[in-house]
């Protein structure tokens, strides 16, 4: 059963659709917290996707829209301001299903990262799905950029029969590159990290090796977020320690984008997902 109601986070109308499963598999519930602003018909559709998916197999679910996103009211707010909308969904969700006491936060890409930072600080949390988090930095995607991308097409034959047949724009590749070295380099524009004096990364990593809880995390090969995380965590010991521990499940899918917007790749996710919670 689906039901969508309207609950409130500081005075503001916040709009949920609580799938419900019809025989529970446990104890536990699932918050399905959105990202960015995308294409409604993108990455939210295999949220409702997914969502009817852990509802069948057990898991009840919550999506919501936080504050100025969606269908909810409010001023648009990025995700290191929704702590307090995070809160509301597992409150609104706890009284609504009162068997329901132990919650998984689930999230692609910046609702990830803002889940991770929202788990350190309620017990009732007590595992994460992380896909594709963001750590985006300039810098950070400039080095990305340079790994995955320049050094891929470098080593294409389509590449170099452009080169031969001159159909290739030489000088504006090159400044293109430079471009993206000086920034992978630190020599950006400043703006990162003006909310905080540590970086993105820095504070994410802190966040998900502090966490006591569980976490799954899904990786999709074929998506420069993704790897840019990879990169992060590589360069961090302590963060390695944490991926290579009991209490972190790693999948990837190589072929995947960043929202596994194909069925394949959409039911993959759905089944890690389902398998790892009832490990829980």
């Not at 295999?46 to 898991?59: I, S, T």
């Not at 009284?95 to 936060?105: A, E, Q």
């Not at 692609?108 to 007590?126: E, G, H, M, Q, W």
């Not at 991308?149 to 000088?171: C, E, I, N, T």
């Amino acid at each position: 059963m689906e039901e969508p109601f309207l609950f409130e986070c500081e005075g503001v109308q916040l709009l949920g659709i609580l799938h419900s499963a019809d025989v529970p598999a446990s104890d536990l519930g699932v918050v399905l917290v959105v990202g960015g602003p995308q294409y409604r018909v993108g990455s939210h559709r295999q949220f409702v996707l997914l969502a009817r998916d852990l509802a069948r197999a057990g898991f009840p679910v919550l999506r919501f829209d936080y504050r100025g996103m969606g269908d909810s009211e409010g001023e648009f707010r990025d995700f290191e301001e929704v702590e307090r909308d995070i809160a509301a969904a597992i409150d609104v969700m706890a009284d609504r299903l009162p068997g329901v006491r132990r919650f998984v936060l689930w999230g692609l890409c910046d609702a990830a990262t803002a889940n991770a930072f929202y788990a350190l600080n309620d017990a009732r949390v007590i595992g994460q799905v992380a896909a594709n988090p963001w750590v985006r930095t300039e810098e950070g995607e400039a080095q990305a950029f340079i790994r995955h991308y320049y050094l891929k097409r470098v080593l294409s034959k389509d590449f170099w029969r452009k080169v031969v047949g001159l159909r290739f724009d030489v000088l504006g590749a090159g400044r293109d590159f430079l471009s993206k070295l000086g920034q992978s380099r630190g020599r950006g524009n400043g703006e990162s990290g003006q909310r905080d004096q540590r970086p993105l990364p820095v504070r994410l990593n802190e966040a998900q090796t502090s966490f006591n809880g569980t976490t799954l995390l899904l990786i999709s090969g074929q998506d420069l977020t993704a790897k840019e995380y990879l990169n992060r965590v590589g360069e961090s010991p302590a963060w390695q320690k944490w991926l290579a521990s009991p209490t972190v499940t790693v999948h990837t899918l190589e072929e995947a984008d960043h929202t596994f917007s194909s069925a394949a790749w959409r039911d993959q996710v759905a089944e890690w997902t389902s398998q790892w919670l009832g490990r829980l």
